[in-house]
C-alpha cells in the first residue's frame, strides 16, 4: 500500500459519507472536494497527488465561513497563507492480512476510560472482526500519537505522513 493509494481510499470513504448526507463531491486529479461543509469530522478535501495546486483546491471547498478543513495526505501543503492552522499530523498506517502483533499483547480491564487512546484496548478484538468479516483485504488508516503506537504495536506499518488543516 501506498501512500497515493491510502489518500484515493480515504477520499472515497470521505465522498460516500457526504453522498448519505446528500451532498454531492468532486474528484480531479489533485484533490476530492466537496463544496459545501462535510459533515462532522470529515474534511471538505483529501488531496489525491504530492505538491497539490493549491489556489485550485481552495477555489473547490467553502472557505468563507470557519471551518473548512483539508486533509493534506502527503503533508506537503502550506495552507497558512490562506487562514488555515494545522489541527493535526499523523501516519498513513497499513495492517496486511494476518500480519502479526509486534510484542504479545493482551486484553486489559479498564474500569472507568479516561482517554480516546485506551481505544487502543480493543484492536485486538477489531482487527479479529475485521479480518473475519473481510477475509484477506488489509487494514488501513492513520493515527498520533500514543494511538499511533498502539497501532504499530498490532502490526501497522506506517506508509507516509499526512496533516489535517483547519480554516478559522
Known sequence: MTPLQAARNNAEWCAAMT??????????SQA???SSRAPLYYPDAVT???????????????TKT??????DSF???????????????????HRSPGAAPKSNLAWTRV?????LH????AWPFVLDATHQLFPGHPVLGYEHGDDLTAALNHGFEPIGPLR?????
Request: hydrophobic share 45%.
Open 19 to 28: 453522498r448519505s448526507h446528500g451532498q454531492k463531491s468532486h474528484f480531479s
Open 32 to 34: 476530492w472536494t466537496v
Open 48 to 62: 489525491l497527488a504530492p505538491n497539490a495546486d493549491v489556489t485550485a483546491l481552495l477555489k473547490q471547498i467553502d
Open 66 to 71: 470557519p471551518g473548512a478543513s483539508v486533509k
Open 75 to 93: 503533508a506537503d501543503l502550506d495552507l497558512t497563507p490562506a487562514g488555515f492552522q494545522i489541527l493535526f499530523e499523523a501516519q498513513w498506517i
Open 111 to 115: 474500569d472507568t476510560p479516561t482517554s
Open 118 to 121: 485506551e481505544w487502543a484496548l
Open 164 to 168: 489535517v488543516w483547519l480554516h478559522h
